[in-house]
């Protein structure tokens, strides 16, 4: 059975945290899609972790972890983020590496820095080459990690590929030598070797026999390359039609799909956000919620929920079941809002158009009361504040998705589940 976690809004929403408790029950997790630029912080019995690449299913020791196909991997941060779960005691060995993900080379990171530095517009990439790695793959100047194996070839192909990248970039041969960046590379492989496997027959017969397979996306729907706010997207699909290609299964194969979505809305980096609160309000979600990137320590953006992304989400990622994240960050607020439509241009949009317009569309809102218990420790769906619980409503009755998970802090358990949904009528 194959059950993918989706972002629902810009990322970051608390995908980590749902991964993480329903890795409980997986036999494998597969990350799909792009590379260590984003973090998932997760809390559990073991601890705080940042998870940069290795997914959250890690820290059950019978479940497998597969970076699939659709990923790209810069070795040494890999190796380091190895390194620091085996220091706390979380076995890696379960990690699977697909032979066909792409390498995130020394010389990617650097043109990432060179490229954005010289763009007028600036895309607000975090810089670590994730970009330049998707662009030398689509270019078919990439490298696949299975290459490494052998040593010998191995060398070969870099020295071509660095050789054509400074003939095209001729810049970047002041940013380090080939020596180095091969060094870097040897060290990581001795590490790496081990988890470096063909994918395929492992997840085909993990189907056959019945094992429940979690896939894991990174970033949400409003980063996705196609449908996201281009060009401030991301350099691959979040979006579950990234998982056929990026984990490497067939389109009839998942019947599960949650959507993770907070019970607002943050971003981080440029592009448009319409729902941002450059307020009081949006300061109070940042400070409570605490805002703040995983892996950059960047500052998010805040604002209130976005129904358009939601609904458009719902189309191209076929939700069957939404978790709605960190409603505890809201107790306090008089009122919710939520935005259901964009104005633009003198039309009303219901789904988000492309950034060009979405960046002076003006959002629509409709307020729900809110409330002042802290609802942390709330357990049972009937503990929630009653207007708490007609804004959950709300959202499912113009979604017609059920929500399923309503997250009420970051530890595990801190997770009201829904069996019996029943509010879905208008
Ligand atoms: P991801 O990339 O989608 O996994 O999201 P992040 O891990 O970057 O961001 C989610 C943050 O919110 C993490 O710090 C989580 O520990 C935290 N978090 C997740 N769910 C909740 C929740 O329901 N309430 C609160 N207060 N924090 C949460």
Known sequence: MFHAVVGAQYGD??????????????????????????????????????LHLVPSGIFNPETFCILGTGVVIHPAHLVRELRQLEDRGISTKRLIVSERAHLVLPYHVWQDAYEEEKRSRKVGTTLQGIGPAYQDKVGRY????GEMIHLDSFRTRLEAAWAAKIERMPALADYGSFESMW??????????????????????EAEQSQKHILLEGQLGIMRDLDWGVYPYVTSSS???GGVFAGAGIPATAISRVTGITKAYTTAVGEGPFPTQLDNEIGQF?????????????RARKCGWLDLPALRMGAWL???????????????????IGVCVAYRWNGHTYSMPMPAYQL????????FYEGFSEDISNCRVYEELPKTARQFIEALEADLQIPIRYISVGP??????????VVSLGK
């Open 411 to 420: 530890n595990r358990d801190q997770t009201i589940i829904r069996n019996e």
């Open 142 to 145: 990439g490298i696949q990690i």
């Open 238 to 240: 979040p979006i579950t």
């Open 183 to 204: 060094a870097e590379l040897v060290d990581a492989r001795e590490v790496l070797l081990p988890h470096i496997a063909d994918t395929l027959p492992f997840l085909m």
């Open 13 to 50: 929403e608390g995908k980590g945290k749902m991964v993480d408790y329903f890795a409980v029950n997986a036999d494998v997790v597969v990350r799909y899609q792009g590379g260590g630029n984003a973090g998932h912080t997760i809390v559990n019995e073991h601890g705080k972790f940042a």
């Open 285 to 297: 979600l940042q400070d409570k919620g605490e805002e703040f990137g995983a892996t950059t320590g």
């Open 317 to 335: 990622n076929g939700y069957t079941e939404l978790a709605l994240m960190k409603l505890d960050v809201l107790a306090g607020l008089e009122k």
């Open 359 to 366: 960046e002076d569309a003006e959002p629509i809102y409709e």
